[in-house]
């Protein structure tokens, strides 16, 4: 798949999510589970279970997303679920606390209930993460973990991979606002001094006596 074309396609998709989601493109980050699944099923399957037993609204949501999405909304934070043959995929904030420790870890248990990665009995291998994000120029930024495997690297994981993709767009904004901020800085200290009155000089007054002598 050539550069460009996987550039304006992600571009799209993280268009697409952010008016779901209602922030900034470059605010979204995508986090797919590469795996093989066996029926789209499986996605119905942990949407009921979410729905269920977590108290999870969804509703499908439209756009260039490469795939069905799902709006998934519980308590006021909201992410985005897609379905591939090749993985789950999630939507997600980068500055959304509440839904990285709250709706993320909650879709991660549904989905490996679902898949059988929590089954003691049954070793799994995960195929791997991948992590991918638009920097403020708009431009791809990917992260590819290698494969997990067994029950246990399964979503503590995935869900550290998330908190740390995160975290490197916060860092990454707020080292981008710092710059912004000193900028502005040097900007008013030059208007300021601009504007700073400036003193004129005074005429001095004839002496009483040199008048008188005259």
């Not at 993320?104 to 993460?129: K, N, T």
């Amino acid at each position: 798949m050539p550069v460009d074309y996987r550039q304006r396609a992600f571009k799209a998709k993280f268009t697409s999510a952010s008016k779901h989601l209602g922030v900034d493109p470059d605010q979204v980050i995508s986090l797919k589970l590469r795996d093989m699944v066996r029926s789209y099923q499986e996605y119905r399957d942990m949407l009921h279970v979410l729905a269920l037993e977590a108290g999870l609204h969804w509703t499908e949501v439209d756009g260039e997303l490469q795939g069905q999405g799902y709006l998934l909304d519980h308590d006021g934070q909201k992410i985005i679920v897609v379905e591939h043959e090749t993985g789950l995929e999630i939507l997600y904030i980068a500055a959304s606390v509440a839904s990285l420790v709250g709706l993320i870890p909650l879709v991660l248990r549904a989905w490996g209930s679902i898949r059988g990665y929590l089954d003691r009995g049954q070793v799994h291998h995960f195929r791997g993460v991948e992590i991918r994000r638009l920097d403020g120029r708009g431009r791809l930024c990917e992260d590819h973990s290698r494969g997990l495997a067994g029950p246990s690297a399964f979503p503590l994981s995935v869900l550290n991979t998330a908190l740390s993709a995160a975290a490197r767009a916060l860092d990454t904004e707020v080292h981008a606002l710092r710059k912004e901020v000193r900028q502005l800085s040097r900007r008013v200290s030059a208007l300021e001094k601009e504007l700073k009155p400036k003193k004129t000089p005074t005429k001095r007054r004839p002496n009483k006596s040199t008048q008188a002598t005259k």
